[in-house]
Structure formats: C-alpha cells, structure tokens
C-alpha cells in the first residue's frame, strides 16, 4: 500500500484515541473525509487488510511466542542468551507484564480495526455491487479470524462490532460465549459472500473454503460435532485435496496449491516491501535466520518409524536438504541443532533481491488436512467410526504410514490427536489443541514446564492494556 489510511489511527490496542494524536498530520497520507469515496479506495482498505498479515505482530515473535513456543513441539531456540524472555513462554513463568502479549493483542485488534473500518464505510461507496458484497465478506472473514485467535488465546475480549461514534474504544471484556457468537456470525456471512476460488492476481485472497474452514474450526472449539461434521464435508466439496509430496507443499514454488486454504503471501519482491519475517526468525541460526522455534525432541519422538513427515518437518544440523544445502550449526556450539524445515527457504533463494532471510515463507494458516483431521474427529465423536478412519487414512497413506483400523472411540481419539500433532507440527495448533482437548497440563508438566491447572489455559490480559484501560479491562483468574 502506497497510502495510508488516516482513518485507521495507530492507536489500535483499541484503547481511547487521544484527540491530538488523531490531529497530527501523516506523510503521504490521505485524509479521513477524502478516503473511502471510490471503489479504488474500496479495494486497497480490503488489500490493507492482507498486507497486514506480513507484519511483526501477526507473523514474528508475537506468533511464535504465543501459539508456538508454549506447545510441547517447540523449544525456544537460537542460543541461550537470545531474545532470553523467550524462555518463560517455554516454562509457563510468563506475567501480564510480558511485551509479546501485548503485542500479540495489539496486533489481532489492529486486523479488527482495519475490517471494521471497511465495513463501516465500504457500504456507503457508490461502486459495483457484486464487489462491494466480495470485499465486505472479506471484512468479515478476518474479523472473524482476528477474534477467534483472540477468544482462544485470552478468552473474552471486548467486541467491537462498529465504529464508535465517540472515537472512545475502552469498554469491558465480553464473554468467551459473546465472541464466539460474533466468529461464527462473521464467518458464516462471509462465506456466504465469498467466491470458491479467484484467478489471476486474486489467488490468495478469502474464499469460500476459507470461511466454511475456520466455521469449522471454530465450532470443534466449541464441541459441536455435528456442525464441524457438516461444515467439514462441504469444505471437501469444494475441490480441495492433498497435495502429493507432504514435503514440496510448503516450498515456495507450490504456493496456493490444491491443498491451500488460506495461506499469507510473503515475497521477496524487488522493493522488499513484501516480505515477513516469520521464516526468518525460525530459519537456520548463521545460515538462513535466526534460529527460534526450535523442534523438541519430544516432537521428533512423537513419530512413528517410517513416516514421511518428520524428515520434512524438521531440518537436522548436519542433513543435506533435497536442495543441496548443507545445514550447519553456524558458528555457535549453542545453537539448536534441529530447525523448522517448513519455513526453509534454499540458499538459492533465502535472500532473492536482497531481502529478509526466508523471505519467499508463506504462512500456511489453513490447509485441506487440517480440514480432514476434524472431519475423522467429528466423525468419531458422533460415534461413525468407519467414516473418521476413511479421513484419517487419507492423511497417513501421505505420510507414508499403513492404514488405522481402530474402531474403538476412545482409542481413535488418541490416534486422531496424536495424528494433528504431527501433520500439523509448528504450524501453530499444537497448544492450543492441548487446551482444546482438556489435557495441557497433563502433557506440558510431563514436558517439564510449570503449567498450572485453571491458570494456563488462558494467556493474562496484558497489563499495559489494563491499565490503558484505566481498569476496565479485568484480569484472567491466576495472574
């Protein structure tokens, strides 16, 4: 984006708006009573929305800090004295006080306000219709995205579903119920707006399968297993499939392919002004990044012999990738000696056009075998065995591995989550999950951090936040 939007004030923790800020003229930037006046300004609110996905507080340390590090798969990585803070993600020693929380609120509430700003004004553009209902299902699906990573993280937030005519953003926390509500409200119409699939330069943007995908999703947080049924099966109608090669999927050349759902774009391009630094900060440490989130060994144990998955999920120092690169363990003995392989970018182009380190990573936030994995867990959980393992083969037969025929319920439970943990290693399920499935503490103690039972579950409302908030805001139990 060339432009900035005045309306979208960068005081986005969604907090009140000092007035003088908002006075304080911005460089290049197109004032508030001027935008939103043609459907070219229509299209680049909606492609800011996009853009954002690249930035620090929803791709870099706010992500690995809050949805990686915490799980079981990861270990800090880098070296020992490195971003240190990192550790108490590892250990559970973290407090409110912690930045990454309140960066990582920051930036989901900053992706609300760039959609409502769109569908507060959008509606008013005198503009062809069928896109206007496109790029107002667009608002919706990340809004809808943007509070379901909240929900889960923090539990309620506060909704903010318009504009408030006041500028005044600090009101209370709703329910975790009340969000969800909105998640699933936002989701549904925006599927029911959003094309199957787009061609040209529009491959990438929301679609159909997307918001039906994360309708999904949120319904199995949820525990309702008839609509993750239902929702699952549309979505396997839509044309998606697994890709052949588990490896090749997350290499740059085979972007957006027919197991994409929904997936980030970043790119080296020739400006640089196009790439993230999640892969980044995740790839080899003096080699193609910075070395954190790096795999367990729990993880490496938690697969079975023979399976495919492992030698393309994790980079072994020492290993000669398929590429041609040789991994070495840069020119610290501390560094990690394992890495994410799924944000490995070849020395042929880790650094394109002089770039970040791994700029051409894709962040993979949806694909078709997250979308079987909870068509086999619905379908256990309504007790259709028979119909689970049809879905849950489909994944091991990838992955190289010889069919499951376990029909008892309690048993394939297992299966099926022992099966999401590693197809979707490091892709920031995993703790979640845990929670999800009522056995963090169980799991994560075992792993030898101090995770508290009523406490964990949830991540503290930051404390800056709160005392923005003058109060309002109230804390998480256990912090």
């Given amino acids: 984006m060339k432009k900035v939007i005045t309306l979208i004030c960068s005081c986005v923790a969604l907090l009140a708006c ?129 509070y379901f990573n909240l929900v889960r993280a923090f539990g309620g937030v506060p909704l903010y579903e318009t504009l408030p005519e006041d500028g005044i953003y600090n009101i209370p926390r709703n329910s975790a119920d009340e969000v969800y509500a909105l998640v699933i409200a936002d989701l549904t119409q925006a599927a029911e ?11 990438g943007r929301a679609t159909q399968g997307a918001a039906k995908g994360f309708l999904a999703k949120a319904y199995m947080y949820r525990g309702d297993w008839a609509q993750v049924l239902s929702l699952t099966e549309e979505v396997k109608g839509l044309g998606y499939d697994l890709f052949p090669d588990y490896y090749q999927f997350f290499r740059p050349q085979n972007e957006y392919n027919i197991e994409s759902i929904f997936e980030v ?131 091991r037969t990838r992955a190289g591995l010889a069919d499951s025929n376990t029909t008892d319920q309690a048993a394939l439970r297992m299966e099926i989550w022992r099966e999401r943990r590693v197809e979707l290693a490091l892709e920031g399920d995993r703790f979640l999950d845990l929670v999800r499935q009522g056995r963090a503490g169980e799991v994560l103690r075992a792993h030898g951090t101090q995770f508290t039972d009523g406490v964990h579950e949830l991540f503290p409302i930051p404390a800056n936040q709160i005392s923005l908030s003058n109060g309002v805001l109230e804390q998480n139990p256990g912090y």
């Avoid at 993880?299 to 398929?322: C, H, K, Q, S, W």
């Fill in 265 to 395: 774009q970043s790119t080296a391009d020739g400006n640089c002004q196009a790439d993230s630094q999640y892969g980044q900060h995740q790839g080899v440490r003096g080699q193609f990044g910075w070395g954190f989130n790096s795999p367990s060994e729990d993880l490496v144990n938690a697969y079975e012999p023979g399976d495919l998955r492992m030698d393309a999920t994790i980079l072994f120092v020492g290993e000669t990738t398929p590429e041609g690169d040789l991994i070495t363990a840069g020119n610290n003995p501390d560094n990690p000696i394992r890495y994410n392989q799924k944000t490995y970018i070849p020395e042929v182009d880790h650094r394109r056009n002089n770039c970040r380190q791994n700029a051409d990573a894709n962040l993979k936030i949806l694909r078709f075998a997250d979308i079987l994995l909870m068509n086999a867990e619905a379908n256990n959980e309504q007790g259709n065995a028979a119909a689970a393992l049809q879905s849950l083969n489909r994944i």
């Fill in 193 to 203: 707006g959003l094309p199957v699939s787009y061609s040209g330069a529009d491959v």
């Fill in 18 to 146: 000092e007035e003088d800020f908002l006075e304080i003229p911005l460089e290049d930037a197109t004032p508030a009573e001027e935008f939103f006046v043609t459907q070219e300004h229509a299209l680049e609110a909606v492609n800011q929305m996009y853009a954002y996905q690249i930035e620090w507080f929803t791709s870099g340390f706010p992500y690995t800090g809050v949805l990686q590090i915490p799980s079981d798969d990861s270990d800090k990585g880098s070296n020992p004295g490195d971003a240190a803070f990192l550790n108490d993600f590892n250990n559970f020693t973290f407090n409110s006080s912690a930045f990454l929380f309140d960066n990582y609120w920051t930036g989901q509430f900053r992706g609300i306000n760039y959609a409502n700003q769109v569908l507060a004004n959008v509606p008013n553009i005198s503009m062809d219709e069928s896109l206007k209902t496109r790029l107002l299902a667009e608002a919706r699906f990340f809004r809808g995205y943007h």
